[in-house]
């Protein structure tokens, strides 16, 4: 399953590999990032009392017409109003009184991903997620460059704002079927239960472009959060760029992505890493505060033997 | 040179009219003087056996214009440049240039081997698409499926299903004499799913294929596809193959 795995883009090829693939290949709010669950709503079945949560499709934060000319309102009446809903309709029916019931959205997308051996409802719930990643990843009147501290990490890691500009497009256009193009914020981590990085910085982390094929999205990868993402399946701009997918990726830069949504989500990504630090170091510290019991299990058992 | 030139110009000829007949004068002569300097094929479009508009209702002229114009010249194009690259990477030689081609080479070479398939496999009704397989397919069918329904029922459902892009597939297993159904994931031939698979019957489940006129009902499009299924086609292919 390497289809899984992350794929770095890379943008430095003297065999320009881009020109071998073709293509075929959102007004924002800091509390909108995970889904939010209906309190409770009744089951269709008249018979049955119980009350189950649901997830909902929530609308993109602008009217479906606001990002015309460049994706036009019929795309968003489908690709919203009957794809994502689709997504998000199949998904409450999959997880119905099942262990996956009543998690939020992003940890049903971690759960169901299984270490890459998914589970039934994995694309359901990540393809949920993923479409309302990415109407709040666009705004009417957006592109641009982005400013501030994003400005900064972007020059520092990819050396300049049209050097960023250049790989993700690349990603982007190399996906080789249905999938996502993601701007992402890599925790430096070592992936490994017991051993720390003693001298870890925040200078460690990293901005990364990265691609997923159909469902797959960085959360699934421990230590990536995503900030910003593109959707290339040929449903996102077939009725408005037809074939012409590197058109759409182009114009999506230039005139749809949210900066501000971008960089308030890195600004969560930050306090979220300093909150997880601060727990895993608040951990350590318990540990390191009762030794003795650990210690003794083992000999009572083997005396037990 | 001067067949390709000739070609060019009635292509686009044909374009502007918007109606494309078929070519196959001019594709034999052009066939045959695809070869670059250095003695590489160099590919080029197949001509359809039938007129864009051919297959509507089902599938309109539009997006079979798209399909075949835009989509499948695209993977051409990108095969060829793939090949030419690799045969300039062999020569110098540059082992890791070699081994980074090879993705692009399944996907181009795999778009243009699927689409190659996929035109044959389809046909007008009044030329006797949709019409059920005949003699030892139909009995082949019968036997590996319960029924050719069965088998229809089978396909739309492992279509539907096949997340993202992809084909579904009917083929042969030549070492095991059976028929199959598969899937295969974005471009990938058939053949990736086992080197004694043979594709008798390939329906394409990218978006393009179907987007313009079904939209996010996939399985719509599946259930009519078979009024224009070329069973004609399979059948000589599964004669040829079985025997």
Redesign the interface.
Same mark, same amino acid.
Do not use: D
């Given at each position: 399953m390497n &289809?899984l795995l992350p794929s770095t883009a890379s943008s430095s *090829?003297? &065999?320009s590999?881009s020109?071998?693939?073709?293509c075929? *290949?959102h007004g924002f709010s800091s509390s909108s990032f995970k889904f939010s669950k209906k309190e409770s709503r009744c089951t269709r079945k008249a018979k049955r009392t119980e009350i189950t949560a649901k997830f909902e499709l929530k609308p993109p934060p602008y009217p479906l017409n606001a990002l015309e000319p460049i994706m036009s309102q019929e795309t968003l009446e489908?690709h919203w109003g009957?794809?994502h809903r689709?997504y998000v309709d199949n998904l409450n029916r999959q997880i119905d009184g099942t262990d996956l019931d009543g998690n939020s959205l992003e940890d049903t997308v971690v759960i169901s991903y299984n270490k890459g051996d998914i589970l039934p409802a994995f694309?359901n719930a990540a393809q949920a997620w993923n479409h309302d990643f990415f109407w709040e990843s666009m705004k009417p009147g957006g592109g641009g460059k982005p400013s501030g501290d994003l400005l900064k990490l972007i020059e520092r890691d990819f050396g300049s704002f049209e050097k960023f500009l250049d790989e993700f497009k690349t990603a982007a256009s190399t996906q080789?079927?249905?999938?996502w193009a993601w701007l992402a914020y890599k925790e430096s981590r070592l992936d490994v239960g017991n051993a720390v990085n003693p001298l870890r910085s925040d200078e460690d982390n990293k901005l990364v472009v990265v691609k997923t094929?159909?469902?797959v999205n960085p959360l699934v990868w421990n230590y990536y959060h995503p900030l910003l993402t593109i959707d290339i399946?040929?449903?996102a701009y077939?009725?408005d760029f037809?074939?012409g997918c590197r058109n759409y990726i182009s114009v999506f830069m230039d005139k749809l992505v949210s900066w501000e949504a971008v960089s308030l989500r890195l600004e969560q990504a930050k306090a979220r890493i300093m909150e997880r630090e601060e727990e895993a170091e608040r951990k350590r510290r318990e540990e390191e505060e009762k030794p003795t019991i650990s210690k003794a299990t083992p000999e009572l058992w083997t005396q037990n033997e | 040179m001067a067949a390709r030139a000739l070609l060019s110009r009635r292509t686009l000829a044909s374009v502007l009219r918007n109606d494309a007949k078929p070519l196959r004068v001019g594709f034999a002569a052009a066939a045959a003087a695809t070869h670059s300097r250095r003695g590489l094929h160099v590919y080029t479009l197949p001509d359809l056996d039938y007129d864009y508009g051919a297959l509507e209702p089902v599938i309109s002229g539009e997006i079979m214009q798209l399909h075949h114009q835009k989509h499948h010249q695209t993977y051409i194009t990108n095969y060829n440049k793939a090949l030419e690259q690799l045969q300039s990477s062999i020569a110098k030689p540059d082992s890791s240039a070699v081994v980074k081609l090879q993705s692009a080479i399944k996907f181009n070479g795999g778009g243009h081997i699927n689409h190659s398939i996929f035109w044959k496999n389809l046909a007008p009704a009044r030329e006797g698409g949709g019409e059920p397989p005949k003699g030892s397919l139909g009995w082949a069918i019968d036997t590996h499926f319960g029924s050719f329904e069965a088998l229809i029922q089978k396909v739309n459902a492992e279509g539907a299903a096949l997340q993202g892009s992809g084909w579904v597939w009917l083929g042969l297993d030549k070492e095991l004499k059976r028929l199959v159904v598969e899937t295969t994931p974005n471009q990938d031939p058939l053949v990736t799913k086992g080197p004694n698979l043979v594709p008798l019957l390939g329906i394409d489940v990218w978006e393009h294929a179907y987007y313009l006129q079904y939209k996010n009902v996939r399985p719509d499009y599946l259930k009519n596809i078979w009024k224009v299924i070329n069973w004609k086609y399979a059948s000589e292919v599964y004669e040829k193959e079985s025997s």
């Open positions: &289809l *090829s003297s &065999l590999p020109a071998l693939f073709p075929y *290949s489908y009957k794809h689709t694309n080789f079927g249905s999938g094929p159909n469902a399946w040929e449903h077939f009725i037809q074939n | -």
